[in-house]
């Protein structure tokens, strides 16, 4: 079974420093994806990547750069941390490009920025 | 771009009863419309999806309708058990979108 492993369950950072999200898939999938999801406005698109090196903003860009240097891992940075990038961060692929494909998601991680 | 509203936001049934969950899209070009799972503490999943070439698509207890002139579709749960209680998540996507477009989410509780 395809395997979306995000390397921190739960952090904690302060009000302006980087952050780092990392995501790794191990079934070769093209598409790769960072959503976050916040009680009533569900499960919001920030990045996605359809190739190494490629980006694409989503829905909700601002504060966030993303980085795909390989194709098993998309990384999710925030250059300032900001109180109200406190959220759930969970990172997808899936092993075609095109939306119409089954999104495998990681376990997510429960950011709080103090 | 695609917008995707779900309701209701909180559903609370008796064990045995039926649950079912709408959501409405606004770009007519939308084909695909998945439903996922996301079980307390879990990652979601994918439980059943339905494209635009058919009207409904049954899995056992679990089944999507999709109404393409009103544009609308709905997850209907029958005979619901304990394990039924999630937060359960509509999509839709376009052709050429590349992503999916999630609604709002409904926390869906069992009463025993």
């Known amino acids: 079974d395809v395997k979306v492993t995000q390397s921190s369950r739960y952090l904690v950072k302060r009000t302006g420093e980087k952050v780092f999200l990392e995501c790794v898939q191990d079934?070769?999938?093209?598409?790769m994806f960072w959503y976050r999801q916040d009680p009533g406005l569900g499960l919001r698109l920030i990045y996605f990547?359809?190739?190494?090196?490629?980006?694409e903003k989503g829905d909700i860009p601002e504060g966030y750069s993303v980085s795909r240097e390989k194709k098993e891992r998309f990384s999710l940075i925030l250059e300032s941390a900001s109180t109200n990038q406190t959220s759930m961060y969970l990172c997808?692929?899936?092993?075609?490009?095109?939306?119409?494909?089954?999104?495998?998601f990681g376990s997510g991680t429960q950011l709080s920025v103090l | 771009g695609e917008n995707v509203e779900q309701h209701p936001s909180t559903l609370s049934v008796q064990e045995g009863d039926s649950a079912v969950i709408k959501c409405t899209y606004s770009?007519?070009?939308?084909?695909?419309f998945p439903w996922y799972k996301q079980e307390l503490g879990k990652r979601p999943q994918l439980i059943i999806d339905?494209?635009?070439?058919?009207g409904e698509k049954k899995d056992q207890r679990i089944a999507v309708t999709l109404n393409k002139t009103a544009k609308h579709f709905s997850l209907h749960i029958t005979e619901t058990q304990p394990e039924d209680s999630a937060v359960y998540f509509c999509?839709?996507?376009?052709?050429?979108?590349?992503?999916?477009?999630f609604g709002q989410g409904t926390r869906l509780t069992i009463n025993p």
């Open positions: 770009d007519s070009a939308s084909n695909y």
């Open positions: 990547s359809y190739d190494v090196k490629m980006k």
């Open positions: 997808a692929s899936s092993l075609l490009t095109g939306g119409n494909e089954k999104l495998f």
């Open positions: 079934m070769d999938h093209e598409n």
């Open positions: 339905i494209r635009s070439n058919v």
């Open positions: 999509a839709a996507s376009t052709p050429g979108a590349q992503k999916l477009v």
